[in-house]
C-alpha cells in the first residue's frame, strides 16, 4: 500500500510568506513608479493610485535614458565577448594541457575569484589612467571582462573535462591542430556552458555600478545605474522618477533571466556534481 504523507503546512507557509517578502518590494517599485510626486508624499504607499500616470516615465526618458541605455548595451556586450574568448582558450589550455603552465593558469583563475572588486579599485583606476583610458566606455569594459574571467574558467572547465578525450584523440589522428580542436570541437560542445556564462556574466556587468561610479565622470559615459543620480537634487528626490528608472533598467535583465533561467541554473550546476 502506498504511504499516506502528511501535508508539509509549515513549508507552504514559508514558502508564501517569502514569496510575499520577495513581490511586496517589486510591487511598490511599480506601483510607486506610476505616482506623481505629491501623491507618493500623501498616499498610503502600498495603495495603488487612483490616477496612475506615466509622467515619471516620461522624464526618465527625458533625462537621456536611451542615451545610457545603449551606453550599458555597449559595454555589456564588450565585456562578455572579450570574456568568453579569454575563457573559452584558458580553460581549454587547463584541461588540455599538461604543462606547469596549464595549472598555473588554473590556479591563477581560482585566486581571481577571491579578491573583491573593492580591494583592487585603487590599481585598477591608476591603470585605467595611465592607459589613458580614463571617462571611456573602454575603462568600464576592460575591468569588468578581467573579473569576470576566474569564474567563466573554473565553469568552462569542468564543463570540458566532461568532453571525451576520444573526440579530441580522433580530431589529431585526423591531423586537426590545436586551433582547429578548439574552433571546430570545444566551442560547438561548450556552446550551453558558454551561453550560461554570457548570460550571468551579462547580468553582473549590466548591474556594475563600483567601475562606472570611480572610472567615468562626463554624462556622455554613463550608463544605466548612474542614471539613477539624475533624479537626486539639492532638497530632495524624485522618488517616482527614480523608482521609474529603476523599472525601465532591470526590465531588459529580467527578460533575459526569464528566457535563460533553466539553462543558466543548468549550466551553473554543470560538473560540480562529480
Not at 3 to 21: D, F, K, M, S
Not at 102 to 112: D, E, N, S
Not at 212 to 231: G, H, I, K
Request: glycine share 8%.
Amino acid at each position: 500500500m502506498a504511504e499516506r504523507t502528511r501535508p508539509n503546512v509549515l513549508g507552504a507557509l514559508g514558502g508564501w510568506l517569502w514569496l510575499a517578502v520577495t513581490v511586496l518590494p517589486v510591487y511598490y517599485i511599480v506601483v510607486t513608479s506610476l505616482r506623481t510626486q505629491a501623491d507618493y508624499y500623501e498616499a498610503n504607499p502600498l495603495v495603488p493610485p487612483s490616477d496612475p500616470t506615466l509622467a515619471a516615465y516620461g522624464r526618465v526618458l527625458d533625462a537621456g535614458f536611451l542615451g545610457y541605455f545603449a551606453n550599458s548595451v555597449v559595454v555589456t556586450a564588450g565585456a562578455v565577448a572579450a570574456t568568453l574568448a579569454v575563457s573559452l582558450m584558458a580553460a581549454y589550455v587547463v584541461v588540455r594541457g599538461r604543462t606547469r603552465f596549464a595549472r598555473r593558469v588554473f590556479q591563477t583563475a581560482l585566486l581571481g575569484i577571491a579578491i573583491p572588486i573593492q580591494a583592487t579599485i585603487i590599481p585598477v583606476y591608476y591603470l585605467i589612467v595611465q592607459l589613458g583610458l580614463y571617462d571611456t566606455l573602454a575603462a568600464l569594459v576592460l575591468p569588468s571582462a578581467a573579473f569576470a574571467v576566474p569564474l567563466t574558467v573554473l565553469i568552462l572547465v569542468n564543463f570540458l573535462r566532461d568532453v571525451p578525450e576520444d573526440l579530441f584523440a580522433s580530431m589529431r589522428v585526423d591531423g586537426a591542430g590545436e586551433w582547429r580542436i578548439l574552433w571546430s570541437l570545444a566551442l560547438p560542445l561548450t556552446r550551453p556552458a558558454l551561453i550560461t556564462v554570457g548570460v550571468y556574466d551579462a547580468l553582473q556587468v549590466w548591474n556594475g555600478f563600483l567601475f562606472p561610479l570611480v572610472l567615468t565622470q562626463s554624462e556622455s559615459t554613463r550608463v544605466l545605474p548612474m542614471t539613477l543620480w539624475a533624479f537626486e537634487g539639492a532638497f530632495g528626490v524624485d522618488v517616482p522618477g527614480l523608482l521609474a528608472a529603476v523599472v525601465l533598467s532591470v526590465l531588459p535583465v529580467a527578460a533575459v533571466y526569464a528566457v535563460a533561467r533553466r539553462q543558466l541554473v543548468a549550466g551553473l550546476t554543470a560538473g560540480f556534481g562529480r
